[in-house]
């Protein structure tokens, strides 16, 4: 299966963790199971004094650290310094919500971090809700990916911004990866069969009743819709057809 490629960096797996409400001893554990190469984490468990959850991710995982808490882009490039500070790269996926009651991410802030971040090296992959003039808005500031999210964050509402984030992909240059409120992994099956680059997951692994058995079950899903999506989805008609001839089969001689 071809690759992710995320600011010139090349991915096998499709299947990014986040790692927000995960017990940190289960991490290893669901990187294994899923085959994931890029773990979300804020920064602020990076080095909190007590137990740092780097410790947690096996090696050779990209660390992705966000900006959780940030409700500025003045905010969001500060800790970004901060992670790159602690040795977390240049990856960093940009979350701005001054919103307390619906988290949806501030789209017009998101793209003023963008365009600080870009300019200080670093190589954002941006949280945002689904618009198409915002999302081109901030390909051209420079976002390595754009992340709409699906539905609420934590919901596990599944698809609910279906329509535009197909939108996105057939008008966006630049890999589409859902991210927030998918719960099942038919629903990021579904993205993949869309043709979104990736899907990021973390509510509906962390909340399963085997978190090990779910994040496989993610990473199995993701790797079936980006192989449907290759292959090409069958056409779709709205009357029915048979699938073998039914003429002539009993006909008499």
Known sequence: MDDLIIAGRAFSSR????????????I????????????????????????????????GVTLLPNTSGAR?????LRIARLARELGCGDFIKVEVIRDSKY??????????????LVAEGFKPLVYMYPE?????????A???????????????????????????????????IVDAGLGRPSEACAAMEMGCAAVMANTAVATARDVRGM??????????????????LGRVKESAEASSPLTGFLSEN
């Open 15 to 26: 299947f990014i963790l986040g790692s927000g409400k995960f017990d940190p001893t289960l």
């Open 28 to 59: 290893t554990a669901c990187v294994e199971g899923a085959g994931t190469q890029i773990v979300t984490l804020a920064v602020r468990r990076v080095d909190s004094g007590g137990e740092n959850i780097t410790d947690f991710i096996p090696s």
């Open 72 to 76: 500025t882009a003045q905010e969001a």
């Open 103 to 116: 988290l949806y991410p501030d789209n017009s802030e998101s793209i003023r971090a963008t365009e600080m």
């Open 132 to 140: 198409l003039y915002a999302a081109r808005a901030l390909v051209a």
């Open 142 to 176: 420079g976002a390595a990916a754009v992340m709409p999210l699906a539905a609420p964050i934590g919901s596990n509402q599944g698809l609910l911004n279906r329509h535009m984030i197909e939108t996105l992909v057939r008008e966006i240059d630049a890999p589409i």
């Open 215 to 232: 994040a496989r079950a993610f990473g199995m899903a993701i790797k079936a819709g980006r192989e449907a999506y290759l292959a090409g």
